[in-house]
């Protein structure tokens, strides 16, 4: 059973109303569940359509107000509250037992091929002694900077998304840009022991990427971790976000090979190499 965990602010009411739409009429969600603030304003149009729907519910929360933070991360805990009020909802009204989950937010337009893409791959990890039984699906993923993904969308089990936790240990990790991706999967950093003490100094890719032992041995446990752990593909024109789709996402980090050498002696700008399924991730050579 599939549901759709909307949290967040309306900041692009037109996607949200396609995405509403595109929601309702899809038979592999079972429910679309929108937890916002009091203050969010959401279009009548809109509303009707939820109001009207038995797959909608929607949790207004009181807005709250965090005190400022030294390190400005106060978006981070924001997030988190949301998260954590629809995870417990789904906890208490739902059987988890075969419940799968997807993390959206109102301005994140996905349409049904990635739906469809999303929904039909097989997520259970055969490992039965391991703490996590099923992979994420995640839309992009970086080739040099660890966790750097798209974090704005995810899906997988219930059982693994109540370790896709905010963290504000992730602020103290110098790593640039990223950060704010970083925190969603900070667990599966620690557990395969890419950013230690958890605070390794990781340079920011605007800088020069010296590739030493130690990082070289980061990106090698990184490349393990997302192929055990993580489902990456976005198909084609499959999500509408942000600055996806005003320029040419899938080729504006182009590396100029497929070695890790080449890729990281390159200006920072192709530094940032993005790759959108596995296939591309794995014909990286780190050597």
Not at 24 to 38: A, G, L, M
Not at 170 to 182: F, K, T, W, Y
Request: a neutral charge; hydrophobic letters at 35%; glycine letters at 2%.
């Amino acid at each position: 059973m599939n549901i759709v965990l909307i949290i967040g602010q309306n900041k692009s009411p037109n996607r949200f109303e396609k995405s509403v739409n595109i929601f309702k009429n899809n038979s592999d969600i079972y429910k679309i569940i929108i937890v916002t603030w009091e203050s969010t304003e959401i279009d009548d149009n809109i509303m009707d359509i939820i109001n009207n729907n038995s797959k909608f519910c929607i949790n207004r929360v009181i807005d709250i107000e965090l005190p400022p933070s030294e390190h400005g991360y106060n978006s981070c805990m924001y997030q988190k509250h949301l998260y954590d009020i629809g995870l417990e909802y789904i906890k208490q009204d739902f059987d988890t037992k075969n419940l799968f989950i997807l993390k959206t937010r109102m301005d994140v337009l996905i349409n049904t091929n990635q739906l469809e893409f999303i929904f039909n791959q097989n997520y259970k990890i055969p490992d039965n002694d391991s703490e996590i039984q099923y992979k994420i699906w995640i839309a992009w993923t970086h080739v040099t900077k660890p966790f750097y993904v798209e974090d704005a969308c995810f899906y997988s089990h219930f059982s693994v998304m109540g370790k896709l936790i905010t963290d504000r240990r992730v602020r103290l990790v110098e790593i640039g840009q990223g950060r704010s991706h970083i925190r969603w999967f900070f667990y599966f950093a620690k557990l395969f022991n890419i950013y230690k003490e958890p605070y390794i100094c990781y340079e920011n890719l605007q800088e020069k990427f010296h590739l030493d032992n130690t990082k070289k041995q980061l990106l090698i446990n990184y490349k393990k971790c997302i192929n055990k752990h993580f489902i990456v593909k976005t198909v084609e024109n499959g999500i509408v976000f942000q600055h996806w789709n005003d320029f040419n996402f899938f080729n504006y980090y182009k590396p100029p090979s497929n070695n890790i050498n080449d890729i990281i002696n390159q200006y920072y700008a192709c530094n940032l190499k993005i790759v959108h399924n596995m296939e591309d991730f794995n014909s990286i050579i780190i050597k």
